[in-house]
């Protein structure tokens, strides 16, 4: 009986040894590193593995050919025949580390290597000695009884190092070569085998003819296992190999480091993003270029953002200006950081006056005014950028010139909390306190917002009115539906002024970086004590948006939105619409509603035959044929009826001529009877004297970020 159970004793051990469980996670799948490419597959940034490496994976059935014949000529020659475990190996390599009195040779096979490097990954502190060899011989053997022969060179070639933090026989081959193990020559297959044997040794940024030696003693095993024809082999051994630079791309680092933190640690091996690399290293080498004038306006940082109209994905995006530069704060994601917009916001006050019956031609008051506050007693007198009055401007003036005043007083007209809530449906998320905390001066950008944020709303004007998500995920917003915020007419005509070069060209000039060989909607914006400037423009197909400062906010020098981000944004915007093609067209044609008329220039009312100046506008077809009142014959002279609002600043600017013959009837008296009672009065000859500015009871405050000519 004891005879008989030695066999089934041994024959037990033996199913146990081959059948046994493995420990569990092994074959749990390997970390791999996450590359992050742009829209067309162009790498922007390999994050590493959970295990601090650069892995791609491969699987059984896509090993290529010549992978799998290099590595095993390198590796384990008998790999195809032996069942997890070569003795014959073993013994050699025994004999021969006894001669040499140290480890010259191990006698491990591909699948002992892929037992040792599995176990290794479950437990990086497990002790070395023969009773690990022991157990990676034992799971060795179950590896061979549970999967096939590829699919175990596979593992192997997906955990073996291959230097320079590279995991895996994939990843080395686009990291040293750029391409693809399917498409490597003989030449780069046996040398790629034979890194992970030494890999520091064989390092071939380093010790480049090392590994050149070891290559060569590869491809003469290939031709001994038949694996490569010896006329293949010389052929090999001639091909010179060029090895691309350490250097691995980092482009976006801002952008990819959002793409990352979204993705979570569960993150997939590859995400494809809406970046174009191409616009991506425009933008960077424009920065470069705009250095030395960013110097001397004292800027050190740069945040610029394109978006695609027509899917709300973003195409390119810049933090910083440059991502390494530690001491100015490079790391910082300055398209999302929060800053004054300055006058970038004025379009979004006068979309919402277009929505409630507000035109192009409406005459807004730029003269000295004061509004209450919130604060008893505190009123607020907003002032030009220039200091200067300009009377009476029709809105498209006003805002292609940019002036402070008739914003401010259409935002009266509006409320702070409906221009807030406007403000908010556009997707501004910075606006966290009430609007009595603002008050009317966020028209004039008093409170802080994102570019991004900035950028995505400037996009709802490009699409006559509709608002997207934006997106870094290509098709992200397929199927998603899109919100209307205005009609189409309120963001043609917002387009159509931020395009007029004519309009703007009182305050901007003309020639200046605001302009271009395609209509352009573009916007400045400064903040106060020059903190900050922006240019934000759009076309049909893009948006762009840039911003100029120091993240530490040291105040800019001799700088503002034209000076300092303007010359960036065109230079973008022509790379973007060389890039991203377009139609050449800032805006959508009007809809039918619209019509052509001539109006005065004055006063915005339809010209009439004494208005020495007119203009073309656009109006709705549907308001009522009335002349202008503002202008009419007497004793043979065109004499203006100023309203009473206008009368102080026409007097102090000359334009108040022997007192006008006003009709109170057809003068237009914004206040109501107050106003009509005033315009009476002001016909007469003499009239007393009366203190028109300051009003009663105001309170003046000193601004402490304003310079004192500003005060």
């Known amino acids: 009986m004891a005879v008989l159970s030695l066999p089934v004793v041994v024959g037990v051990f033996l199913v146990w040894l081959r059948c046994g469980p493995l420990p569990a996670g092994l074959l749990d799948a390997a970390p791999q590193s996450t590359v992050v490419v742009d829209r067309n597959g162009m790498p922007l940034y390999e994050a590493l593995s959970g295990d601090g490496t650069r892995a791609v994976a491969l699987r059984g059935d896509t090993v290529p050919d010549l992978a799998a014949a290099a590595t095993v000529a390198a590796e384990d020659h008998r790999f195809w025949s032996h069942p997890g475990v070569d003795p014959l190996a073993t013994l050699r390599a025994a004999r021969r580390n006894a001669v040499e009195g ?79 193990s399917g498409m490597l020559t003989p030449a780069q297959a046996a040398f790629l085998a034979g890194l992970p044997q030494r890999p520091t040794t064989f390092n071939p940024y380093r010790k480049r003819d090392l590994a050149v030696s070891r290559q060569r003693v590869i491809l003469a095993r290939m031709v001994r296992a038949g694996s490569l024809t010896p006329a293949a082999a010389a052929e090999a051994r001639e091909e010179r190999l060029e090895f691309r630079a350490g250097v691995r791309p980092f482009l976006a680092p801002h952008f990819v480091e959002m793409v990352l933190a979204e993705a979570g640690a569960d993150r997939p091996p590859r995400i494809v993003t809406t970046l174009d690399a191409g616009l991506q290293e ?16 004292g800027a050190a940082n740069v945040a610029v953002v394109v978006l695609d109209n027509t899917t709300g994905e973003w195409r390119a995006w810049e933090g910083s200006g440059d991502y390494f530069d530690a001491a100015r704060g490079g790391a910082i994601n300055g398209a999302i950081a929060l800053r004054q917009p300055g006058s970038a916001l004025k379009p ?12 192009p031609a409406t005459v807004l008051p730029d003269v000295p005014m004061h509004f209450p506050t919130a604060e008893p007693g505190v009123v607020y007198s907003p002032r030009n950028y220039d200091g200067r009055y300009r009377g009476p401007l029709r809105a498209r003036a ?5 002036e402070n005043i008739p914003a401010v007083s259409l935002a009266a007209g509006l409320g702070a909390p409906a221009l807030l809530r406007f403000l908010h449906r ?51 917003n397929r199927g998603v539906e899109r ?82 981000a303007a010359p960036i944004f065109q230079a973008v915007m022509l790379a973007a619409h060389r890039r991203m093609g377009g139609d050449g067209q800032a805006r959508a044609l009007p809809d039918e509603s619209l019509e052509r ?9 339809e010209a009439n035959s004494w208005c020495p100046a007119q203009r073309r506008e656009w109006i709705e077809r549907a308001a009522g044929h009335v002349p202008c ?3 009419h014959l007497e004793e043979d002279r065109v004499k203006v009826a100023w309203p009473a609002e206008y009368r102080d600043w026409a007097r102090q600017n000359g334009q108040f001529e022997k007192g006008p013959a006003v009709r109170a009837d057809r003068a237009y008296t914004p206040q109501g009877a107050a106003g009509a009672a005033v315009a009476k009065a002001s016909g007469r000859a003499t009239r007393p004297l009366q203190i028109a500015n300051p009003p009663a009871g105001a309170t003046y405050l000193i601004d402490p970020t304003l310079r004192r000519e500003f005060q």
């Open 102 to 180: 140290r480890i010259a040779e191990g006698g491990s096979t591909i699948s002992q290597q892929v037992a040792k490097l599995s176990l290794l990954r479950s437990a990086p502190d497990r002790r070395r000695g023969w009773t690990a060899k022991i157990r990676e011989a034992v799971v060795a053997l179950r590896l061979e009884h549970r999967l096939t022969k590829r699919e175990i060179l596979a593992l192997y070639l997906n955990l073996a190092s291959y230097g320079n933090q590279i995991s895996g026989f994939e990843r080395a081959s686009r990291a040293y070569f750029g391409t693809t």
């Open 282 to 297: 425009d933008v960077a080498g424009i920065i470069r270029t705009h250095r030395p004038a960013l110097e001397r306006h």
């Open 348 to 359: 979004f006050t006068y979309a919402l006056a277009f929505e409630g019956g507000v035109t």
């Open 398 to 402: 006003a805002l292609a010139g940019s």
């Open 426 to 476: 556009l997707g501004f998320s910075t606006f966290g306190k009430s609007a009595a905390h603002y008050g009317l001066g966020v028209t004039l950008g008093n409170a802080e917002v994102r570019l991004d944020e900035l950028v995505t709303a400037y996009a709802v004007l490009a699409r006559g009115g509709e608002w997207v998500r934006a997106t870094y995920r290509p098709g992200g």
């Open 483 to 564: 919100r209307r915020l205005m009609s189409s007419r309120t963001a043609f005509w917002i387009t159509d002024i931020l395009a007029d070069d004519e309009a703007r060209a009182y305050i901007f000039g003309r020639g200046g970086s605001l302009e271009f060989p395609f209509p352009v909607a573009v916007k400045t914006g400064t903040s106060q004590a020059y903190h900050d400037n922006w240019t934000v423009g759009y076309t049909t197909r893009a948006t762009v948006g840039v911003w100029v400062g120091n993240f530490d906010r040291r105040p800019l020098r001799h700088s503002s939105g034209v000076t300092g």
């Open 597 to 605: 008329r001539d109006i005065c220039a004055l006063s915005g009312e």
């Open 629 to 631: 009142s503002w202008h």
